[in-house]
């Protein structure tokens, strides 16, 4: 990893693409300690302390805790890519004609997401300020009133709308993916923050007799950090190979190839979108608090979008099996590739292009994604379940969603540079 770093700083090109994104994530990181105007900075205090803040500085990028200009970051955005995603699926025709049109439809896709983003943010910030204010005693707003709460809907939807244009502006001209590297960004920024609540909660002020039960429990944490390390990197990177033939041989050309299908081919997405999901409810239920609170409904539907509850985890959970599955599918289109493979003179071997050919990707992709969603699935709950179990940190109920987005960002910025380079030297090799 330490030789790529090196070798693409010595190429410009790439060398300021990653000065570039480092650049916007510095920015970000500076706006994500700016509170908003007319916000009583004691209150965060109390503010953070709920299960909720942990869930949206997650998706965040960690600018929650502050109450930033930025603390919304690019959960709205998440949600209305969702939505959009969702109406492409023979639900608005205009959609469905626009996603078969190429970088074209594509871009008008994109304007509509941006539009909708706009309006969830708008909702979703008064919703959360309202929740919020109820939260910490009356005491997040000074001044609680109609015009306050509009000024910071629309403070925090502008800074939402800046979060994602730098998120485009990293994904166009910088490394990685943009919404990944700032949510990224954030959590790498708070692991100090991290450990330091365990060393405090584990070795501060105990007694002698309960410090070889901490320090055995460090341990294990550590070595389970490891072991989801090891695991996460693992799956991320299986991959099944489908052997491909050719009908036609080019000169040079090899006579057979293959096609890799990932076993998580959605890769962390459908982390960032089920916790986005779970979220973006919380956010609206808490701005019922006061009227709703304590009614049989409102109790039943927080536990559920509640991840620190049994009910809450089982549905995150099924959530990003849901979402892996969902986004598999849009990630590696059968349709298409079976179109793509027959136009090229290509097929399967013992699989008849066309139809054939897409029902057999079909089911291939099924059966991974089973496998990837499962794993994905499991290494977000447990560590809530530990949480819960042994009283520990919000940190570490949230520690597998944090690790599986860290690890799978740096393996496909990693990749992404490996291509670069590999690019450059293909094109060397021309020139010459």
Not at 133 to 162: D, E, Q, R, S, W
Not at 225 to 240: H, K, M, N, P
Not at 353 to 359: A, C, I, L, S, V
């Amino acid at each position: 990893m330490f030789k790529l770093l090196k070798d693409s700083f010595k190429v410009k090109n790439i060398r300021n693409k990653i000065l570039f994104t480092l650049l916007i994530l510095f920015a970000f990181r500076v706006g994500a300690h700016v509170t908003v105007p007319g916000v009583d900075a004691k209150a965060l205090l109390e503010l953070n302390k709920l299960a909720i803040v942990a869930m949206f500085n997650t998706v965040s990028g960690n600018a929650m805790e502050n109450f930033s200009i930025f603390a919304m970051g690019v959960s709205p955005y998440i949600t209305a890519s969702i939505i959009i995603q969702l109406l492409q699926m023979d639900i608005v025709p205009k959609f469905v004609e626009w996603s078969k049109q190429g970088e074209v439809g594509r871009r008008k896709l994109n304007q509509w997401t941006r539009y909708l983003t706009l309006v969830l943010g708008f909702v979703q910030s008064i919703a959360i300020t309202a929740g919020f204010n109820h939260f910490t005693g009356a005491g997040l707003v000074k001044t609680p009133n109609v015009t306050t709460y509009v000024t910071i809907g629309l403070i925090l939807t502008a800074g939402t709308m800046f979060v994602t244009w730098m998120g485009e502006q990293i994904s166009e001209y910088g490394i990685g993916n943009g919404v990944s590297m700032i949510i990224f960004a954030g959590i790498v920024a708070r692991f100090p923050t991290s450990v330091k609540e365990i060393y405090e909660q584990l070795f501060v002020n105990i007694g002698s007799d309960e410090m070889l039960k901490s320090i055995v429990l460090c341990v294990v944490l550590v070595i389970a950090i490891l072991i989801v390390v090891t695991l996460v990197t693992y799956v991320q990177q299986a991959e099944r190979k489908i052997p491909i033939q050719y009908t036609k041989r080019v000169a040079g050309a090899p006579q057979s190839s293959y096609l890799p299908l990932k076993v998580n081919a959605a890769g962390v997405i459908p982390v960032i979108f089920a916790s986005s999901l779970i979220a973006t409810p919380q956010a609206f239920l808490s701005a019922f608090q006061t009227s709703q609170g304590g009614k049989g409904w409102y109790e039943i539907v927080t536990q559920i979008f509640n991840y620190t509850t049994i009910p809450g985890g089982i549905v995150y959970t099924i959530l990003i099996i849901a979402f892996t599955f969902f986004y598999a599918f849009v990630q590696v289109n059968p349709e298409k590739v079976a179109e793509n493979l027959q136009k090229q003179g290509s097929y399967i071997p013992s699989v008849r292009p066309g139809k054939d050919t897409e029902t057999y990707i079909s089911q291939l992709l099924m059966k991974l994604s089973t496998v990837g969603s499962v794993f994905l699935g499991l290494v977000a709950i447990l560590p809530i379940i530990a949480s819960n179990v042994w009283n520990l940190p919000t940190s570490i109920g949230l520690g597998g969603t944090s690790l599986l987005i860290v690890i799978s960002v740096a393996l496909e910025t990693n990749k992404q540079l490996e291509g670069l380079l590999l690019k450059r030297q293909y094109t060397g090799f021309i020139r010459e």
